[in-house]
């Protein structure tokens, strides 16, 4: 699966953002999904993951409440809804898709099988 991840953006503290991420192949239902994102200097994070359904959410701590994480299959889209953002949420965001049988949310970058080119986000104070 090819992964093409976008909107991305610079906006204030406390603004939205909704990113989105489209999927190619016809198998885009048997993936795991999930938002990463990498900030200078730092290692990539887990930020949300949505299972094949998309009937189970996982969400790190530090956006619980802020973030929501939206898929649609015939469309082969996974969606960040980004919320309240505050600066620290700066960072490039990647899509990741997880092929496998498990049913757990993985959070680990390296459980991720194909990734997407990153989009960045700004958030200004």
């Known amino acids: 699966v090819q992964l093409q991840a976008s909107g991305g953006g610079l906006v204030q503290a406390g603004g939205s953002l909704r990113l989105s991420c489209a999927a190619s192949?016809?198998?885009?239902?048997?993936?795991?999904m999930g938002w990463f994102r990498q900030a200078p200097g730092k290692e990539r994070e887990f930020v949300a993951g949505?299972?094949?359904?998309?009937?189970?959410?996982s969400y790190a701590d530090s956006v619980k409440g802020r973030f929501t994480i939206s898929r649609d299959n015939a469309k082969k889209m996974v969606y960040l809804q980004m919320d309240s953002l505050k600066p620290e949420d700066t960072a490039v965001y990647y899509c990741?898709?997880?092929?496998?049988?498990?049913?757990?949310?993985?959070?680990?970058?390296?459980?991720?099988?194909?990734w997407g080119q990153g989009t960045q986000v700004t958030v200004s104070s």
């Open positions: 990741g898709a997880d092929r496998s049988i498990m049913t757990v949310l993985r959070t680990a970058s390296d459980d991720y099988d194909y």
């Open positions: 192949g016809r198998t885009f239902s048997n993936y795991v």
């Open positions: 949505i299972s094949r359904g998309g009937g189970s959410t």
